[in-house]
């Protein structure tokens, strides 16, 4: 069974960095597609990073694109997120999910595809 535990959330400024932690068991070399979503109050979740098999391909949100980087370490099962230059509008819950993709490109920043999650971890910035 697939768990996925978040943790290294906290409070910042604006302009501030994060680093988001996701520990995963469970997984095997089928759970391929795995990454972030977030979460703000009254706001439908969305997708923020994920990664393709091992970081061989990415997809970034446009909002978070040049100040976030997904990145993985295969060998403790983790995936991570760094966040930088955070802004008031990154606060949300940010979970972390995995699914089986069939290829590349079915490894998208949709919700609806992602069978696995993680109870979350709260972010806020403040201004």
């Known amino acids: 069974q697939v768990q996925l535990v978040e943790s290294g959330g906290g409070s910042v400024e604006t302009g501030g960095s994060l680093r988001l932690s996701c520990a995963a068991s469970g997984i095997t070399s089928s759970t391929n597609c795995m990454g972030w979503f977030r979460q703000a109050p009254g706001q439908e979740r969305e997708g923020v990073a994920v990664?393709?098999?091992?970081?061989?391909?990415?997809y970034y949100a446009d909002s978070v694109k040049g100040r976030f980087t997904i990145s993985r370490d295969t060998a403790k099962n983790a995936v991570y997120l760094q966040m930088n230059s955070l802004k008031p509008e990154d606060t949300a819950i940010y979970y972390c999910a995995a699914r089986r993709a069939v290829y590349n490109g079915d490894c998208r920043l949709d919700r609806a595809l992602y069978s696995y999650w993680g109870q979350g971890t709260q972010v806020t910035v403040s201004s």
């Open positions: 990664f393709y098999t091992n970081l061989r391909s990415t």
